[in-house]
């Protein structure tokens, strides 16, 4: 309707799942966010029924009557944009695999789980603890060489290391690999 | 004072830590069952020959001072007369087994059954001296300040898997420091992260809990924007406090590698050889057993496809301690190449499980104990302790990158495909969980479920599962403890709590049955 106020967005409420579990403890919405290896994180979410009637209330919906739901990364550091990556998925119970990009390494995000309104907004309902993602190479040795932020010593310090050839050894008892 | 006469410094400090950690595993109604089986062989290769030689090492005065890390599940199998009991049979029954092969004229082969049923004969004595509690024996090393001990999580649980529930974090931890303090007095300072899995905040939480530092692996230092100045090779403090030793890898490598590392040498024992598997089935039988490997481990590593040779301990030991001199000299060596990009003496911070020394690698406790010795002589190398160089004070500053060992250096071995599922599982338990209080119907319940979650939490089951070792086991555990840990909450949450079940739980698994549980959620 034009000129009426949109009700404000909800705030996302995932940050403290376990919280949104004591709420409905027989009826939990979580989006759970992994960093399995440097190059991808492991998303999974449940929306509950109460939260899927909230969502279908205000979402724009497709010919099945399910609501457009996306997967977006987002840095929460400063110094760089901060949508990170948008990826429409589907689902009141899913899985995605989200690659890491160039412009994700270094930087702290947070996985939020929104939807589209019908009136074209977005509203985030579920968000994930912050994860860092790790350096890649190519950044790495960009950083370790700025002369500003860091002594000279430092990029000899890791190649000294021993990390880019033997990334992380193997032990071979039970527990560790 | 002038220049010349003034007393230098080490050429490199290490802080040597032994993490030790085995499954909880109780099954009853078998003799000898192969999880339980790791557990007395461990003791009797890897526990008390390491106790022993801490023990001379102390009474020789000479200053060691390892940092070990205990877990809870280790920790209750130690002190429980259950497992005391087996493993003096287990060490009775191998011994008399040794003895019956080592025939006066057998050859090398006899002569290596007879010294193994020997040395077994006097892990028995120093087993009996003991009374069977080796805690005790540890306690007793930290109290001289020969050792310093740190704790873990609960069940060995990889903590960046539970990264969504800061409770489930929580729960690990305190409950790991409650068993510690129970066996061993104080709340420890220091906490292995197992599997040395980092994520972004854990620091804070660890702070919460009063872990004063960690150790983690070597890229934890490079690979985040405001790494440490001094990488990996001295200890720094992240923005919420907790210091963290980051890993050296060219020193430890030298250690654990089974290909270039020291326990390949050709002279070492074979860890895979088990001599029981010649035993015939009949004579087994004769004593209560089937055909298992006990640990009768008599030959040398050899070389491939050749015929393995018996295995001679002078030589094995020979080697450990020309290995230990080797050390020494990498140890230097190491120093003499990073000191001058750090314009100071390095600390070196080397890791590993305490189960490599023994029994993986036999000759690792000779190994140590010539260390300690060669240092300890030569007064250029300085053993030190987490907490010795936090009183001195630790100026490097960083933030720690999301890190495990492993073999990519992040999470996916635990985080494998087949497991990843589980994860979101436990979330949901972990919710119905913490959503409740018990009241005194329940109590005993509520805290068997708490167990049933952390169990299902252990980070050995998905390392069996991606490995392929045992990873039938480890699916079975981690669904016997989801489902025990639904059935239970159902009970409590519908009010129809099958007591039989809860018992049979708790008598099972009972190593969580007198902590507080509660009183942390």
Same mark, same amino acid.
């Given at each position: 309707? *034009?000129?009426?106020?949109?009700?404000?967005?909800?705030?996302?409420?995932?940050?403290?799942?376990?919280?949104?579990?004591?709420?409905?403890?027989?009826?939990?919405?979580?989006?759970?966010?992994?960093?399995?290896?440097?190059?991808?994180?492991?998303?999974?979410?449940?929306?509950?029924?109460?939260?899927?009637?909230?969502?279908?209330?205000?979402?724009?919906?497709?010919?099945?009557?399910?609501?457009?739901?996306?997967?977006?990364?987002?840095?929460?550091?400063? %110094?760089?944009?901060?949508?990170? $990556?948008?990826?429409?998925?589907? %689902?009141?119970? @899913?899985?995605?695999?989200?690659?890491?990009?160039?412009?994700?390494?270094?930087?702290?995000?947070?996985?939020?789980?929104?939807?589209?309104?019908?009136?074209?907004?977005?509203? @985030?309902?579920?968000?994930?603890?912050?994860?860092?993602?790790?350096?890649?190479?190519?950044?790495?040795?960009?950083?370790?060489?700025?002369?500003?932020?860091?002594? !000279?010593?430092?990029?000899?310090?890791?190649?000294?290391?021993?990390?880019? $050839?033997?990334?992380?050894?193997?032990?071979?008892?039970?527990?560790?690999? | 004072?002038?220049?010349?006469?003034?007393?230098?410094?080490?050429?490199?400090?290490?802080?040597?830590?032994?993490?030790?950690?085995?499954?909880?595993?109780?099954?009853?109604?078998?003799?000898?069952?192969?999880?339980?089986?790791?557990?007395?062989?461990?003791?009797? !290769?890897?526990?008390?020959?390491?106790?022993?030689?801490?023990?001379?090492?102390?009474?020789?005065?000479?200053?060691? *001072?390892?940092?070990?890390?205990?877990?809870?599940?280790?920790?209750?199998?130690?002190?429980?007369?259950?497992?005391?009991?087996?493993?003096?049979?287990?060490?009775?029954?191998?011994?008399?087994?040794?003895?019956?092969?080592?025939?006066?004229?057998?050859?090398?082969?006899?002569?290596?059954?007879?010294?193994?049923?020997?040395?077994?004969?006097?892990?028995?004595?120093?087993?009996?001296?003991?009374?069977?509690? =080796?805690?005790?024996?540890?306690?007793?090393?930290?109290?001289?300040?020969?050792?310093?001990?740190?704790?873990?999580?609960?069940?060995?649980?990889?903590?960046?898997?539970?990264?969504?529930?800061?409770?489930?974090?929580?729960?690990?931890?305190?409950?790991?420091?409650?068993?510690?303090?129970?066996?061993?007095?104080?709340?420890?300072?220091?906490?292995?992260?197992?599997?040395?899995?980092?994520?972004?905040?854990?620091?804070?939480?660890?702070?919460?809990?009063?872990?004063?530092?960690?150790?983690?692996?070597?890229?934890?230092?490079?690979?985040?924007?405001?790494?440490?100045?001094?990488?990996?090779? &001295?200890?720094?403090?992240?923005?919420?406090?907790?210091?963290?030793?980051?890993?050296?890898?060219?020193?430890?490598?030298?250690?654990?590698?089974?290909?270039?590392?020291?326990?390949?040498?050709?002279?070492?024992?074979?860890?895979?050889?088990?001599?029981?598997?010649?035993?015939?089935?009949?004579?087994?039988?004769?004593?209560?057993?089937?055909? &298992?490997?006990?640990?009768?481990?008599?030959?040398?590593?050899?070389?491939?496809?050749?015929?393995?040779?018996?295995?001679? /301990?002078?030589?094995?030991?020979?080697?450990?301690?020309?290995?230990?001199?080797?050390?020494?000299?990498?140890?230097?060596?190491?120093?003499?190449?990073?000191?001058?990009?750090?314009?100071?003496?390095?600390?070196?911070?080397?890791?590993?499980?305490? !189960?490599?020394? %023994?029994?993986?690698?036999?000759?690792? *406790?000779?190994?140590?104990?010539?260390?300690?010795?060669?240092?300890?002589?030569?007064?250029?190398?300085?053993?030190?302790?987490?907490?010795?160089?936090?009183?001195? %004070?630790?100026?490097?500053?960083?933030?720690?990158?999301?890190?495990?060992?492993?073999?990519?250096?992040?999470?996916?071995?635990?985080?494998?495909?087949?497991? =990843? /599922?589980?994860?979101?599982?436990?979330?949901?338990?972990?919710?119905?969980?913490?959503?409740?209080?018990?009241?005194?119907?329940?109590?005993?319940?509520?805290?068997?479920?708490?167990?049933?979650?952390?169990?299902?939490?252990?980070?050995?089951?998905?390392?069996?599962?991606?490995?392929?070792?045992?990873?039938?086991?480890?699916?079975?555990?981690?669904? $016997?403890?989801?489902?025990?840990?639904?059935?239970?909450?159902?009970?409590?949450?519908?009010?129809?709590?099958?007591?039989?079940?809860?018992?049979?739980?708790?008598?099972?698994?009972?190593?969580?049955?007198?902590?507080?549980?509660?009183?942390?959620?």
């Amino acid at each position: 309707m *034009p000129g009426r106020t949109t009700k404000k967005a909800t705030p996302p409420t995932a940050s403290s799942p376990t919280r949104t579990r004591k709420k409905a403890a027989k009826e939990p919405d979580y989006l759970i966010a992994l960093l399995v290896d440097g190059t991808g994180i492991y998303a999974s979410w449940k929306i509950s029924d109460s939260l899927y009637g909230k969502i279908l209330r205000k979402a724009l919906t497709d010919y099945h009557g399910d609501p457009y739901l996306f997967l977006q990364v987002t840095a929460v550091d400063t %110094g760089g944009p901060a949508e990170l $990556e948008d990826i429409p998925v589907y %689902g009141r119970e @899913n899985r995605w695999h989200i690659f890491t990009t160039g412009a994700m390494a270094g930087r702290r995000v947070v996985v939020r789980l929104s939807y589209q309104t019908a009136k074209g907004k977005r509203e @985030n309902v579920l968000q994930s603890t912050e994860i860092d993602i790790p350096l890649g190479d190519e950044a790495l040795v960009a950083i370790l060489n700025r002369p500003i932020l860091h002594d !000279e010593h430092r990029l000899r310090l890791y190649e000294a290391s021993g990390i880019r $050839e033997q990334h992380a050894p193997t032990s071979p008892s039970l527990s560790s690999p | 004072m002038g220049k010349g006469r003034r007393r230098k410094g080490p050429a490199a400090r290490l802080v040597l830590v032994l993490h030790a950690h085995l499954p909880y595993a109780r099954i009853p109604e078998e003799r000898f069952p192969a999880q339980e089986l790791w557990l007395h062989q461990n003791i009797a !290769e890897c526990y008390i020959p390491l106790l022993r030689a801490m023990e001379r090492l102390a009474g020789d005065g000479v200053h060691f *001072p390892l940092t070990i890390s205990l877990s809870p599940p280790l920790v209750a199998m130690l002190g429980d007369g259950y497992y005391r009991r087996k493993f003096a049979d287990y060490l009775d029954c191998v011994t008399a087994l040794a003895r019956a092969h080592a025939t006066p004229d057998g050859g090398a082969l006899s002569a290596a059954l007879s010294h193994l049923a020997d040395r077994l004969g006097e892990t028995r004595d120093w087993w009996n001296t003991a009374d069977g509690d =080796l805690a005790a024996r540890f306690r007793l090393l930290s109290e001289r300040g020969a050792i310093t001990l740190v704790t873990t999580t609960a069940t060995h649980a990889l903590l960046p898997a539970y990264r969504f529930s800061s409770a489930l974090e929580r729960l690990q931890i305190r409950t790991g420091q409650n068993v510690f303090a129970c066996a061993f007095g104080p709340a420890p300072r220091g906490l292995w992260l197992p599997e040395m899995g980092y994520h972004a905040g854990l620091d804070g939480l660890l702070r919460d809990c009063g872990v004063e530092y960690t150790f983690l692996e070597a890229h934890a230092a490079y690979h985040a924007e405001d790494g440490p100045e001094h990488g990996n090779f &001295m200890p720094f403090v992240s923005e919420t406090g907790l210091a963290i030793f980051p890993r050296e890898l060219r020193l430890s490598g030298a250690v654990w590698a089974h290909r270039v590392g020291y326990p390949g040498d050709a002279r070492y024992r074979e860890f895979h050889a088990d001599h029981t598997w010649r035993m015939s089935e009949h004579e087994l039988a004769r004593i209560g057993l089937e055909r &298992m490997p006990l640990g009768i481990k008599v030959h040398r590593i050899t070389g491939n496809e050749v015929p393995r040779e018996p295995y001679d /301990h002078r030589e094995g030991e020979a080697a450990a301690r020309e290995h230990a001199a080797d050390f020494v000299a990498r140890i230097r060596g190491r120093a003499a190449e990073v000191a001058p990009l750090l314009g100071r003496s390095p600390v070196f911070t080397l890791p590993f499980d305490m !189960e490599l020394f %023994g029994h993986w690698w036999h000759e690792g *406790p000779v190994f140590l104990e010539e260390l300690a010795r060669l240092a300890d002589r030569a007064g250029d190398i300085a053993f030190v302790t987490p907490e010795e160089l936090l009183r001195e %004070g630790i100026d490097s500053r960083g933030r720690p990158a999301e890190s495990s060992w492993g073999k990519s250096g992040y999470f996916d071995t635990w985080l494998n495909p087949a497991c =990843l /599922h589980a994860y979101s599982i436990i979330a949901e338990l972990g919710g119905r969980l913490f959503a409740r209080r018990p009241n005194a119907r329940t109590l005993t319940a509520y805290r068997q479920a708490a167990a049933e979650i952390m169990l299902a939490q252990s980070s050995d089951w998905p390392f069996f599962i991606a490995w392929d070792r045992f990873a039938d086991y480890g699916r079975a555990r981690l669904d $016997e403890h989801i489902t025990a840990a639904a059935r239970i909450l159902a009970g409590i949450e519908t009010g129809e709590l099958d007591d039989d079940y809860v018992r049979t739980r708790v008598e099972r698994y009972p190593l969580f049955a007198a902590s507080s549980i509660e009183s942390i959620i």
